[in-house]
C-alpha cells in the first residue's frame, strides 16, 4: 500500500515570499545613535508550523492564492490542534483552513470533518478556521459533552471556551438521529461548563411536544457536585395531591454527601429523609438514611366524633451502616448495623411500597465494639442488639451486652519444649463473662416506661472449663472435661401455688446481689471406622466400577452434676400444696427463683448420664466415562442417632432419641432433625414409666429448601437426559462473524506495519445491531428466564389430646415464589409472591415490568392482588445528567376500596 503524503508547512516563511515587500527606511535627525528594533508581529505569521498528510495525494500551489489540498484521509495537526477529514484545504495568504466530508459513487457521506483542540472533540460536515485569531465556523457540528449530545446547523467558535450556536439540539441519545433532543433556536456553549440557550422545546421522535421553555441551561460536570434535586408530582384519594423526593443533595467532598429530601401532601401529612454516604480509605465506610413521616388520614373535623375515620400517626426510620477497614486498626474493631422502624412505618410511606422491605416482619440491629490485646488472649466485646416484630409491635432488646473473653492456654505447658509433651501439658482452659441487661417482649409504646431494675433482666455469668485431649492406643481419642459456672443476679422472685389457676403464681420480687454456682464433668471417647463396599451386579451395568464409603463415628461420653434444685444451693425452692384431686394427697413443686434470667439458676435434677451416638456419612466414588479418572457424590452427608440414660434417676431414666439427616438434592443442602419420645403420657399430659416399642414417637421436625431453575439449567438437564451434546457455539459469548467489518477501515495491516488509525469512534456511525452470534455468523436467540422457589415446612406437636394420651400433630407451610424472564431484548418482567396455605390463597405479589428504549427506560410496578393493590408507572430519560426528565404515575392502595 502506498504511503501517505506529508509535507511540514512553514507558514510564515510563504508568507514572507510573496506578501512582504522592503521597505525604505528614513533616518530620523531627532535621533543619533539609537537601534530601531520591531516588537510589533507580521499580519500573517502563526505561533507555530503546521504538519499536513494525505494518504491520496497533496496539491500545492504557489502562484496566485497560494492553496495547499489535501485528498483522502487527510490530517491537519498544529500544537493541540489536530483535524482529520476527507478533504482539507489550506491558504496560506489568510492562514485559513477550511475541510468537509467526502461523497463515494453512490453519494453516501464519509470521512466527516473531526476537529479536537485540548480534550475537546467535534465532529462536523463543513469548518473554517483561522489559525491567527483560532475561530472557526461550522456547519451540522456534533460534540459530546459529558453524558450529552450537542448539534448545531451553524456554530461559530470565538475562542477555545466560548461557541455561539444556532438551531441546536441537545440530547443524551448517542443515534446520528436521535430518539428526542431539546430543540435550542439559539445558545452559548462554555467548554466543559454548561449550555446556555434561548427559547427551547422538547421533541420526540420528531414531534414536538407543547413542552417549551423560554430559556436552557444545561450544566456539565466530571465531578459530581451539590444541587437541587426535583420532586416528583403524585396523587391519591386518602392523601390528596403530593411533591414527593425533592430538596437539596450536598455534595461536600470525596469522603462524605448528603441528600436532604422532603414530601408534603394537600391534606396534611408531609415527611422528611436525609441519606448520606461517606467513605475514608482504608479506614472506614457505612451509609445512613433516616427519615421521619407524618401520616394523617380522614376529615380532620370529624375526629372528636363517635366513628371518625381520622387518623394520624407518626413513624421514622433508621438505616445505619458502619464499617470499619481491617487494615485500619487490627486490635480494635467497631461496626454497626441499624435497621429499625415503626411497625407501622412500611405501610405508610410510599417509598417502601414496592421495596424488599414492604413484607418483613422482624427487623434486627446490632452496634458493637471489640478489642483484642495485641500480646494478651484477652478480648473485649460490647455490643447492643434490638430485635422488632413488627406484627405485634413487640422489642427485644439487649443494652447493653458485655463479654470478656480468654482464649485457650494451656497453663501447665512448659515455655521450653524438649521431647514428647507430658499429659498435662495437653490441659488448657478458658474463660468467659458475660454481663447482660434485657428485656423482651415490650410493646414498642411502652418500652421507655420500662424500669431498668424492675422489668429488665441484669446479670453475669462466668464460665471457666477445663479440658484436654488424649490418644488412648492408635485410634481412640479421649477428651475429659470439668466446667464451672457462676451466676449473679440483681433479683429473685418469689411464687406461690394458686388454688384457682392449680399453678404457681409471681408474688414478691426481691432485689440485691444473689451469688449463684454449679458445675459438672464429663468424659468422652470417640473414633473413626471406614468401610467400602460395591453395589451388587444385579443393580446392571450402571453400577459397574462404582465404590461406596462408608464412614461412622461412634461415640461414647459419661457426664455428672449434682441436683442444683436441692434448697441449699439457694437457686430453687419447693412449694407443697394439696392435690385438686386428692385433697390427702400432698404435692410437692419445685421452681428456679432466677427463672427467665441467664442460666436459669442452673439445672434441676441429679444427673449421672451415659450417652451414647452414631453419625455416618456415605459417599460414591463414580468413574468418569473414557477416563480413568473418578468422581465423588456424597449420598448422606450426615446421617446421626444419639441418646442417653441417667443412673441416678428413679424413674424415666432414657432420654429422648436425636435424630438427624442432611443431604444434598440437586445441589442445595437439605437438612431434618427430630426427636422420639421415649415414653408414654398420661390424661393429663405426664410422661409415665412406660416405654414406647422401637425407635419411641416421632415429635416433628422444621426444614425449609431453597430451589431455582433457569433456562440454562433445563437446557443442560434436558441434554444430560437424552445424552445430546452441548453446542459449544451457544454459550452466551457475543461472537462477531469472522468477515464482518464497519465498512470503514479496509486494511489495518500491511508488511507487518500498523496503518494511521484514527481513535475517535465517528458520533455519526451506524450503531449495528447488538446481539448473541454464532459462529457461522447467525443471530442466536434465547429467552433467559429464573424460577426460585422457597418452600418451608414444620410438622411438629399441637394441643394434647387427653383421650388419646398423645399430641395432636399440626402442619405448617410457607412457601415463596419468585422470578423474572426477558421475552425480548430490552423487556424484563419480575414477579415476587407467597401462598399462604392456611387460607390458601396468595397473601402477597409484587410484579415489576421494565422496558430499556435507548436513551429511555420505562419501569411498571404494580400489585394486582391482595390487600395492597396498587400501581407505579415511570418513563424517564436513562441519563442521570437528566434524572428529572420523566413522567410518572401512580396509585396507593388506601385507594382500593371495596364499597358494598
Known sequence: MPKPFQLTIIMLCLATITNVMPQEITPDTNIQNTQTTDTIPKPNTIEAPINATAKDSIIMTLAGKNMIYLFGKANVQQLERNLDAEYIELAADSNMMYAQFGTDSIGEKFGYPLFSEGDQTYEMEKMRFNFNTGKMIVENVITQQGEGFLTSQKTKKINDDEMYLKNGKFTTCDEEHPHWYFLVTRGKLKKGKNVVSGPAYLVVEDVPLPIAVPFGFFPFSKDYSSGIIMPTYDDEMTRGFSLRDGGY???????????????????????????????????????????????????????????????????????????????????????????????????????????????????????????????????????????QTLRDTSLSVAMPNVTFSMSQVYPFKRKEQTGDAKWYEKIYTSYTGVLKNSIDHVKENEFIKKNILNDWQNGMTHSIPLSASFLAGKYISVNPSVSYNAYWYTKKVLQDYDPALNRLIPVDTLHGFYHINNYSASISLNTKLYGMYKPLPLFGQRTKGVVIRHMATPSISFSGSPDFSDPRYGSFDRIAHADPNNPDNILYDTYSFFQGQMGGGGSSGKSGSLRISLDNNLEAKLPIANTDSTRKV???????????????????????????????????????????????????????????????????????????????????????????????????????PENEDDGEDEELFEDGEEDDVPEHVSLRRKKKVEGEYDSDGYLVHTIPWNLSFNYSVGYRYG?????????????????????????????SFNFNSSYDFDSRKFAYLRCSLSRSMHCWTMTASFMPVGPYQSYNFSIAVKSSMLRDLKYQQSSNYRDAKQWE
Open 249 to 387: 443533595y450536598f455534595a461536600f467532598n470525596d469522603c462524605i454527601d448528603l441528600a436532604l429530601k422532603g414530601e408534603i401532601f394537600t391534606k396534611g401529612s408531609w415527611g422528611l429523609n436525609a441519606t448520606s454516604s461517606y467513605l475514608k480509605k482504608y479506614k472506614f465506610s457505612g451509609n445512613l438514611d433516616a427519615a421521619y413521616i407524618v401520616t394523617i388520614t380522614g376529615d380532620k373535623d370529624s375526629k372528636n366524633l363517635p366513628n371518625s375515620d381520622y387518623s394520624k400517626s407518626k413513624d421514622f426510620k433508621i438505616n445505619w451502616s458502619y464499617r470499619q477497614d481491617t487494615k485500619a486498626n487490627p486490635f480494635l474493631n467497631f461496626s454497626a448495623s441499624v435497621n429499625f422502624t415503626t411497625s407501622t412505618y412500611n405501610r405508610n410511606s410510599v417509598s417502601e411500597l414496592y421495596s424488599g422491605n414492604f413484607t418483613d416482619n422482624n427487623k434486627s440491629s446490632t452496634v458493637q465494639l471489640t478489642y483484642r490485646h495485641p500480646t494478651k488472649p484477652f478480648t473485649l466485646t460490647s455490643n447492643t442488639a434490638v430485635n
Open 634 to 736: 456424597s449420598i448422606i452427608d450426615n446421617f446421626g442417632i444419639g441418646t442417653s440414660y441417667n443412673f441416678l434417676l428413679d424413674s424415666l431414666n432414657w432420654a429422648d432419641k436425636d435424630v438427624s439427616i442432611r443431604v444434598k438434592l440437586f445441589g442445595h443442602p437439605l437438612s431434618f432433625s427430630s426427636r422420639f419420645e421415649t415414653y408414654r403420657y398420661d390424661e393429663n399430659g405426664r410422661r409415665i414409666n412406660s416405654i414406647r416399642p422401637g425407635l419411641g414417637r416421632f415429635t416433628g421436625t422444621q426444614t425449609g429448601y431453597n430451589f431455582s431453575l433457569d433456562n440454562n439449567k433445563v437446557s443442560k438437564l434436558l441434554n444430560r437426559l437424552f445424552r445430546r451434546e452441548e453446542n459449544p457455539d451457544a454459550k452466551g459469548d457475543a461472537r462477531l
Open 799 to 827: 394441643t394434647f389430646n387427653r383421650e388419646k394420651h398423645e399430641y395432636d400433630y399440626s402442619l405448617n407451610q410457607t412457601l415463596g415464589i419468585s422470578g423474572n424472564i426477558s421475552p425480548a431484548k430490552g423487556w
